[in-house]
Protein backbone atom coordinates (compact mmCIF):
# COMPACT_ATOMS: atom_id res chain seq x y z
CA UNK A 1 0.00 0.00 0.00
CA UNK A 2 2.49 2.60 0.54
CA UNK A 3 4.16 1.58 -2.39
CA UNK A 4 1.45 2.52 -4.20
CA UNK A 5 0.78 5.28 -2.22
CA UNK A 6 4.02 6.41 -3.15
CA UNK A 7 3.76 5.95 -7.10
CA UNK A 8 0.63 7.65 -7.26
CA UNK A 9 2.30 10.60 -5.29
CA UNK A 10 4.97 10.73 -7.68
CA UNK A 11 3.14 10.85 -10.84
CA UNK A 12 1.19 13.81 -9.22
CA UNK A 13 3.69 15.81 -8.44
CA UNK A 14 5.31 14.70 -11.93
CA UNK A 15 2.25 16.43 -13.90
CA UNK A 16 1.43 19.18 -11.59
CA UNK A 17 4.61 19.98 -10.05
CA UNK A 18 7.24 20.06 -12.84
CA UNK A 19 10.51 20.62 -11.51
CA UNK A 20 12.11 24.57 -12.37
CA UNK A 21 14.82 23.02 -14.39
CA UNK A 22 15.76 19.56 -15.38
CA UNK A 23 19.35 19.75 -16.69
CA UNK A 24 22.01 19.97 -14.41
CA UNK A 25 23.17 23.40 -13.89
CA UNK A 26 27.42 24.61 -13.70
CA UNK A 27 28.31 26.35 -10.03
CA UNK A 28 30.13 29.27 -11.89
CA UNK A 29 28.60 31.40 -14.31
CA UNK A 30 29.93 33.36 -17.11
CA UNK A 31 31.42 37.03 -16.44
CA UNK A 32 29.21 40.02 -18.18
CA UNK A 33 30.18 43.13 -19.14
CA UNK A 34 28.20 46.06 -18.03
CA UNK A 35 27.26 48.09 -21.60
CA UNK A 36 24.61 50.74 -20.16
CA UNK A 37 22.89 52.03 -17.53
CA UNK A 38 21.66 55.17 -18.41
CA UNK A 39 17.79 54.76 -17.11
CA UNK A 40 16.30 53.28 -13.94
CA UNK A 41 15.15 50.20 -15.54
CA UNK A 42 17.58 48.81 -18.74
CA UNK A 43 15.74 45.77 -20.21
CA UNK A 44 14.60 43.46 -22.98
CA UNK A 45 17.92 43.21 -25.34
CA UNK A 46 18.22 42.13 -29.33
CA UNK A 47 21.29 42.05 -31.52
CA UNK A 48 21.65 42.30 -35.08
CA UNK A 49 25.03 42.61 -37.11
CA UNK A 50 24.68 45.27 -39.67
CA UNK A 51 26.58 47.24 -42.38
CA UNK A 52 29.81 46.64 -39.89
CA UNK A 53 28.72 47.65 -36.69
CA UNK A 54 26.56 45.39 -34.00
CA UNK A 55 23.77 46.75 -32.51
CA UNK A 56 21.93 46.16 -29.71
CA UNK A 57 18.71 47.38 -28.61
CA UNK A 58 16.69 47.46 -25.66
CA UNK A 59 14.16 49.01 -23.34
CA UNK A 60 14.75 52.15 -20.95
CA UNK A 61 11.64 52.87 -18.38
CA UNK A 62 11.20 53.23 -14.78
CA UNK A 63 10.39 49.82 -13.78
CA UNK A 64 9.48 46.50 -15.32
CA UNK A 65 5.78 47.10 -15.28
CA UNK A 66 3.53 49.14 -15.26
CA UNK A 67 6.41 51.65 -16.20
CA UNK A 68 4.23 53.90 -18.49
CA UNK A 69 6.96 55.67 -20.06
CA UNK A 70 9.66 53.27 -21.96
CA UNK A 71 11.73 54.20 -24.56
CA UNK A 72 13.78 52.05 -27.40
CA UNK A 73 17.78 52.28 -26.66
CA UNK A 74 19.69 51.22 -29.60
CA UNK A 75 23.50 51.08 -29.20
CA UNK A 76 26.26 50.13 -31.10
CA UNK A 77 30.17 48.69 -31.17
CA UNK A 78 32.42 47.66 -33.62
CA UNK A 79 34.75 45.61 -31.91
CA UNK A 80 32.63 44.33 -28.70
CA UNK A 81 34.78 46.35 -26.38
CA UNK A 82 33.71 49.82 -26.90
CA UNK A 83 29.61 50.70 -27.68
CA UNK A 84 28.41 54.04 -28.22
CA UNK A 85 24.76 55.47 -28.09
CA UNK A 86 22.86 54.92 -31.75
CA UNK A 87 19.36 56.32 -31.59
CA UNK A 88 16.23 56.50 -29.42
CA UNK A 89 12.95 55.94 -30.60
CA UNK A 90 10.31 57.12 -28.58
CA UNK A 91 6.43 58.24 -28.80
CA UNK A 92 4.60 60.60 -26.65
CA UNK A 93 2.44 58.28 -24.50
CA UNK A 94 2.86 55.60 -24.84
CA UNK A 95 5.49 52.92 -23.19
CA UNK A 96 7.48 51.41 -26.09
CA UNK A 97 8.69 48.06 -25.14
CA UNK A 98 10.85 45.04 -26.19
CA UNK A 99 12.35 46.20 -29.37
CA UNK A 100 13.44 43.51 -31.47
CA UNK A 101 15.45 45.06 -34.90
CA UNK A 102 15.58 42.99 -38.54
CA UNK A 103 17.06 43.57 -41.86
CA UNK A 104 14.28 43.69 -44.54
CA UNK A 105 14.44 42.80 -48.01
CA UNK A 106 15.37 46.11 -48.88
CA UNK A 107 17.79 46.70 -46.87
CA UNK A 108 15.95 48.74 -44.16
CA UNK A 109 15.84 47.99 -40.73
CA UNK A 110 12.90 47.76 -38.80
CA UNK A 111 12.64 48.21 -35.16
CA UNK A 112 9.23 46.10 -33.78
CA UNK A 113 8.39 46.95 -30.41
CA UNK A 114 5.48 46.79 -28.02
CA UNK A 115 3.35 49.50 -27.62
CA UNK A 116 1.22 49.80 -23.93
CA UNK A 117 -0.94 52.66 -23.35
CA UNK A 118 -1.69 53.19 -19.12
CA UNK A 119 -4.27 55.21 -17.69
CA UNK A 120 -1.84 57.38 -15.43
CA UNK A 121 -4.51 58.82 -13.42
CA UNK A 122 -5.04 55.61 -11.48
CA UNK A 123 -2.69 54.39 -8.81
CA UNK A 124 -1.13 52.20 -10.06
CA UNK A 125 -1.15 52.69 -13.57
CA UNK A 126 -4.24 50.97 -15.42
CA UNK A 127 -2.93 49.28 -18.46
CA UNK A 128 -5.84 50.53 -21.34
CA UNK A 129 -4.45 49.21 -24.49
CA UNK A 130 -1.75 47.50 -26.40
CA UNK A 131 -0.97 47.88 -29.96
CA UNK A 132 2.67 46.78 -31.74
CA UNK A 133 5.30 49.49 -33.20
CA UNK A 134 7.23 50.02 -35.88
CA UNK A 135 9.90 52.10 -37.10
CA UNK A 136 12.40 52.20 -39.77
CA UNK A 137 15.59 53.25 -40.19
CA UNK A 138 16.78 54.46 -44.17
CA UNK A 139 20.06 55.70 -46.01
CA UNK A 140 20.45 58.66 -43.75
CA UNK A 141 20.80 56.22 -40.45
CA UNK A 142 17.62 57.58 -38.75
CA UNK A 143 14.75 56.03 -37.23
CA UNK A 144 11.28 57.24 -38.27
CA UNK A 145 8.77 58.09 -35.49
CA UNK A 146 7.37 54.91 -34.33
CA UNK A 147 4.10 54.15 -35.41
CA UNK A 148 0.94 51.11 -35.00
CA UNK A 149 1.25 48.04 -36.94
CA UNK A 150 -1.65 47.55 -39.12
CA UNK A 151 -3.35 43.91 -38.51
CA UNK A 152 -7.10 42.94 -37.35
CA UNK A 153 -8.37 42.82 -34.48
CA UNK A 154 -5.04 45.01 -32.70
CA UNK A 155 -6.00 46.88 -29.68
CA UNK A 156 -4.73 44.19 -26.87
CA UNK A 157 -1.78 42.59 -28.75
CA UNK A 158 1.43 42.14 -29.13
CA UNK A 159 4.10 40.75 -31.85
CA UNK A 160 7.28 40.43 -29.74
CA UNK A 161 9.54 39.39 -32.52
CA UNK A 162 9.94 38.90 -36.58
CA UNK A 163 12.03 36.58 -38.74
CA UNK A 164 12.39 37.08 -42.36
CA UNK A 165 12.56 34.45 -44.79
CA UNK A 166 12.06 34.72 -48.29
CA UNK A 167 10.75 38.19 -48.54
CA UNK A 168 8.58 37.94 -45.79
CA UNK A 169 8.42 38.66 -41.72
CA UNK A 170 6.74 36.06 -40.04
CA UNK A 171 5.86 36.57 -36.15
CA UNK A 172 3.76 35.20 -33.51
CA UNK A 173 0.95 37.46 -32.79
CA UNK A 174 -1.17 37.02 -28.70
CA UNK A 175 -3.41 38.71 -26.80
CA UNK A 176 -6.88 40.15 -27.28
CA UNK A 177 -8.00 36.61 -25.22
CA UNK A 178 -7.63 35.12 -28.91
CA UNK A 179 -5.29 32.31 -30.13
CA UNK A 180 -1.59 32.95 -30.59
CA UNK A 181 -1.42 33.28 -34.36
CA UNK A 182 1.73 32.83 -36.75
CA UNK A 183 1.40 36.15 -38.56
CA UNK A 184 3.20 38.03 -41.93
CA UNK A 185 4.18 40.79 -43.25
CA UNK A 186 6.12 41.97 -46.50
CA UNK A 187 6.40 45.83 -45.63
CA UNK A 188 6.94 45.51 -42.16
CA UNK A 189 3.80 47.40 -41.50
CA UNK A 190 1.07 45.42 -42.63
CA UNK A 191 0.50 41.94 -40.97
CA UNK A 192 -2.37 39.39 -42.20
CA UNK A 193 -2.98 36.06 -40.33
CA UNK A 194 -1.42 32.58 -41.57
CA UNK A 195 -3.40 30.31 -38.89
CA UNK A 196 -3.74 30.20 -35.24
CA UNK A 197 -1.38 27.74 -32.93
CA UNK A 198 -2.88 25.08 -31.08
CA UNK A 199 -1.06 25.75 -27.92
CA UNK A 200 -2.92 26.26 -24.63
CA UNK A 201 -1.18 28.19 -21.14
CA UNK A 202 -1.68 31.56 -22.74
CA UNK A 203 1.20 31.58 -25.29
CA UNK A 204 3.18 34.82 -25.85
CA UNK A 205 6.88 35.75 -26.45
CA UNK A 206 7.88 33.40 -29.61
CA UNK A 207 10.64 33.47 -31.52
CA UNK A 208 10.61 31.90 -34.89
CA UNK A 209 13.63 30.77 -36.98
CA UNK A 210 14.06 28.58 -40.38
CA UNK A 211 16.56 25.58 -41.33
CA UNK A 212 18.17 25.27 -44.57
CA UNK A 213 15.34 23.37 -46.37
CA UNK A 214 12.74 26.27 -45.03
CA UNK A 215 11.22 24.03 -41.92
CA UNK A 216 10.07 26.69 -39.48
CA UNK A 217 10.85 26.50 -35.93
CA UNK A 218 8.45 28.36 -33.39
CA UNK A 219 10.37 28.43 -29.30
CA UNK A 220 7.31 29.29 -27.62
CA UNK A 221 6.81 30.80 -23.85
CA UNK A 222 3.82 29.50 -21.90
CA UNK A 223 2.61 31.80 -18.72
CA UNK A 224 -0.30 29.66 -17.33
CA UNK A 225 -0.76 25.81 -16.22
CA UNK A 226 2.24 24.07 -16.22
CA UNK A 227 4.26 27.10 -17.97
CA UNK A 228 7.11 24.39 -20.11
CA UNK A 229 7.89 26.03 -22.91
CA UNK A 230 6.86 24.36 -26.42
CA UNK A 231 8.60 24.08 -29.85
CA UNK A 232 6.34 23.85 -32.56
CA UNK A 233 7.60 23.06 -36.39
CA UNK A 234 6.05 22.98 -39.42
CA UNK A 235 6.30 23.09 -43.46
CA UNK A 236 5.23 25.76 -45.86
CA UNK A 237 2.75 27.18 -46.49
CA UNK A 238 3.04 26.97 -42.31
CA UNK A 239 -0.65 26.23 -41.69
CA UNK A 240 -0.49 23.17 -39.83
CA UNK A 241 2.58 22.64 -37.09
CA UNK A 242 3.90 19.46 -35.11
CA UNK A 243 4.17 20.54 -31.26
CA UNK A 244 6.46 19.47 -28.54
CA UNK A 245 6.30 20.51 -25.29
CA UNK A 246 9.74 20.91 -23.37
CA UNK A 247 10.38 19.86 -20.17
CA UNK A 248 11.87 23.73 -18.89
CA UNK A 249 9.99 27.09 -18.80
CA UNK A 250 11.07 29.93 -21.16
CA UNK A 251 11.26 33.60 -19.98
CA UNK A 252 12.64 36.17 -23.05
CA UNK A 253 13.73 33.09 -25.26
CA UNK A 254 15.97 33.23 -28.42
CA UNK A 255 17.69 30.66 -30.20
CA UNK A 256 19.65 29.81 -33.19
CA UNK A 257 20.84 26.59 -35.46
CA UNK A 258 24.13 26.02 -34.41
CA UNK A 259 26.59 25.36 -37.48
CA UNK A 260 25.74 22.61 -38.71
CA UNK A 261 22.27 22.76 -38.02
CA UNK A 262 21.94 19.43 -36.07
CA UNK A 263 21.66 21.36 -32.58
CA UNK A 264 20.01 24.65 -31.13
CA UNK A 265 21.46 27.36 -29.16
CA UNK A 266 18.95 28.82 -27.10
CA UNK A 267 19.09 31.91 -24.87
CA UNK A 268 16.30 32.17 -22.27
CA UNK A 269 15.60 33.14 -18.03
CA UNK A 270 16.35 29.78 -16.17
CA UNK A 271 13.51 29.08 -13.36
CA UNK A 272 15.92 27.65 -11.02
CA UNK A 273 15.21 27.00 -6.92
CA UNK A 274 17.16 29.43 -5.98
CA UNK A 275 16.01 32.16 -8.15
CA UNK A 276 15.82 33.57 -11.96
CA UNK A 277 19.42 33.45 -13.76
CA UNK A 278 20.09 34.15 -17.52
CA UNK A 279 21.12 31.13 -19.28
CA UNK A 280 22.72 29.66 -22.56
CA UNK A 281 21.28 26.20 -23.58
CA UNK A 282 22.73 23.37 -26.42
CA UNK A 283 19.79 21.04 -27.40
CA UNK A 284 19.18 18.89 -30.10
CA UNK A 285 16.84 19.78 -32.77
CA UNK A 286 13.50 18.92 -30.17
CA UNK A 287 14.77 20.91 -27.80
CA UNK A 288 16.07 18.70 -25.45
CA UNK A 289 18.84 20.16 -23.32
CA UNK A 290 22.71 18.39 -23.97
CA UNK A 291 24.17 21.63 -22.22
CA UNK A 292 23.95 24.70 -19.95
CA UNK A 293 25.75 27.74 -19.46
CA UNK A 294 25.15 30.14 -16.50
CA UNK A 295 25.37 33.74 -17.28
CA UNK A 296 26.63 36.20 -14.53
CA UNK A 297 22.70 37.43 -13.35
CA UNK A 298 20.00 37.42 -11.17
CA UNK A 299 16.76 38.69 -10.10
CA UNK A 300 14.92 41.04 -12.97
CA UNK A 301 17.16 39.52 -15.65
CA UNK A 302 17.14 37.15 -19.16
CA UNK A 303 15.54 38.40 -22.45
CA UNK A 304 19.08 37.58 -24.14
CA UNK A 305 20.18 39.00 -27.64
CA UNK A 306 22.33 36.63 -29.69
CA UNK A 307 24.29 36.32 -32.90
CA UNK A 308 27.42 34.54 -33.65
CA UNK A 309 30.65 36.36 -34.85
CA UNK A 310 34.66 35.73 -35.49
CA UNK A 311 33.35 32.17 -34.25
CA UNK A 312 31.84 33.68 -30.90
CA UNK A 313 28.65 34.05 -29.58
CA UNK A 314 27.66 37.06 -28.70
CA UNK A 315 25.15 37.54 -26.40
CA UNK A 316 23.10 40.75 -24.73
CA UNK A 317 20.93 40.69 -22.00
CA UNK A 318 19.77 42.63 -18.60
CA UNK A 319 20.39 41.50 -15.30
CA UNK A 320 19.49 43.13 -11.93
CA UNK A 321 21.97 40.98 -9.73
CA UNK A 322 24.17 44.34 -8.46
CA UNK A 323 20.67 45.98 -7.19
CA UNK A 324 19.61 48.06 -10.72
CA UNK A 325 18.88 46.60 -13.94
CA UNK A 326 21.44 47.09 -16.68
CA UNK A 327 22.41 45.64 -19.45
CA UNK A 328 25.48 43.38 -20.18
CA UNK A 329 27.32 41.19 -22.89
CA UNK A 330 29.89 38.82 -23.13
CA UNK A 331 31.21 36.65 -25.90
CA UNK A 332 31.40 32.84 -25.55
CA UNK A 333 34.24 30.70 -27.95
CA UNK A 334 32.09 28.09 -30.10
CA UNK A 335 34.42 25.69 -29.25
CA UNK A 336 33.43 25.96 -25.79
CA UNK A 337 30.40 26.01 -26.24
CA UNK A 338 29.22 23.46 -28.83
CA UNK A 339 32.43 20.41 -27.70
Not at 107 to 134: E, F
Not at 239 to 245: D, E, V
Amino acid sequence: MKKLLAVVLFLFLARFCPAQFPAAVPSAALPGTEIWDGAQHNAFTDLLEYKGYVYCSFREGSGHVPGSNGVGRIIRTRDGNTWESFALIQKEGIDLRDQKISVMPDGRVLCLMGGSVYDVTKKPSRLMAMYPHVAFMGKDMKFTTPEKAVLENSGHNWIWRLTWYKGAGYGIDYGSGRPAALVKTTDGKTFTRVTDLEVDGAPNESTIRFDKKGKMYILIRRETGDKLGVLATGKAPFTSFSYHKLDYRLGGPDFMFAPGRKKLIVGTRLYLPGGAKTGILVTDLKGNILKTLLLESGGDCSYPGMLIKNKELWVSYYSSHTGKTKIYFTRIPMKDLLN
